[in-house]
């Protein structure tokens, strides 16, 4: 009886594991922080991430590693209903996303030295063509057609 116990046990735990493996897993973003750089490996000038995926009601918080950054939400790069954006001077920042999207930013003083990323927020990218029109410009312009194929 104990070798038939034991024999159920492990067919219910390999059943399981089957049904777990095969499932969708969902995983929660979780809250981020990006830093404001002047350097990174050989990037000069960057966030220290592009590209975050956070979940409704997450916050991402900037952090100003270096003196002379800033986050803008780029006009035209957000969903509808997003106030302007923009933080001061060498100070840290934070967002709390409310609204599912993506959105686009930039440092306000290194935009043309390609300083920006994109956050997307509930995994829905609706207002990506938005997001492809907007006017970038000198390296921002190559940096950010190759942010956009990756989103």
Known sequence: MVKFLFKEKILFSLIILSILSIAPISVSAADQTIEMLNKLGKENMVFSKKIVKVDIGNTVFWKA???????????????????????KLSKDV???????????YWCTPHKGMG???FIVVGNDKSNLDAVKK??????SKKIALELISSL
């Open 115 to 117: 300083m920006i990323g």
């Open 94 to 104: 934070e967002y709390k996303f409310e609204i599912p999207g993506i959105y686009a």
């Open 65 to 87: 590693t270096k003196p002379g950054h800033n986050v803008e939400f780029i006009k035209g790069g957000v969903p509808k209903g997003i106030e302007k954006f923009r933080s």
């Open 134 to 139: 907007i006017k970038y410009r000198r390296k």
